[in-house]
């Protein structure tokens, strides 16, 4: 008799400043073959709870969504900064993760010129609130062609627009003060992808394929027609390279 075999659990963190409707497509894709979780980070969405100040505090938030919703092991994806949450995850709580998907992000820490941007942005933040973010950011995390397409536009911006303000200033500090996890890539002992828009100028192309070199075994997949909100601007492509690496590991487990 054929044992059962369990739906691969699939959690997906978002980035900053947004929240878990960012991943709406993809949950509505993978629904029915996988058990998707979409979390709300510590402070932002509909979470009640304060955001810390760390990617380790942010990490911990993680930790305590897969014991309220009885996660003992999931394949763990983060978009940016959720790619940040990510590692910090895995490098806390390798047991609870059964691979990595790490989405338009990087592992190093902000350099001397990112800090101080880092510390604009707060400034900027303080005198303008969120509206600041939300006038100024989707059009630099879409591409060329994304940006002409207003609708998308508007929905980031409406996402960036329920986020509380402490809750972007705790994650800029967060952002500002996290360490270089570089030396975890070569580490990873779980199935890993890296993704990336393919006009991502927040973290491009060629640095990502620098992360994926490090990590063994590492797949690789480049998003047409996306800047940095991959996920969003071009789901069609993005829902293909995840699901063939879920695919994967659903053969793995019957195998």
Known sequence: MRRKVEKTRLVLVHGFPLDSSMWAAQKKHFGKKF??????????????KRAPKTMEGFARGVKAY?????????????????????????????????GLILVDTRTAADSAE???GRDKAIRSLDEEG??????????????ETGNREDKLVKEVRKIIMKQKSESVKNALIAMRDRKDRSALLPRVDVPTLLVCGEEDSFTPSEEMIEMANLVKGCSFSMIKRAGHLSNMENPADFNLALEDFLNGSERRKNE
């Open 114 to 116: 990112g800090k101080a």
């Open 130 to 143: 969120v509206a600041f973010f939300a006038d100024t950011m989707p059009r630099r995390l879409l591409s």
């Open 66 to 98: 897969f014991a309220e919703e009885k996660i003992d092991r999931a394949i763990i994806a983060g978009f940016s900064m959720g790619g940040y949450v990510v590692q910090a995850f895995y490098e806390m709580f390798p047991k609870n993760v059964e």
């Open 35 to 48: 058990k998707v979780f979409c979390p709300d980070l510590p402070g932002f969405g509909r979470s009640e």
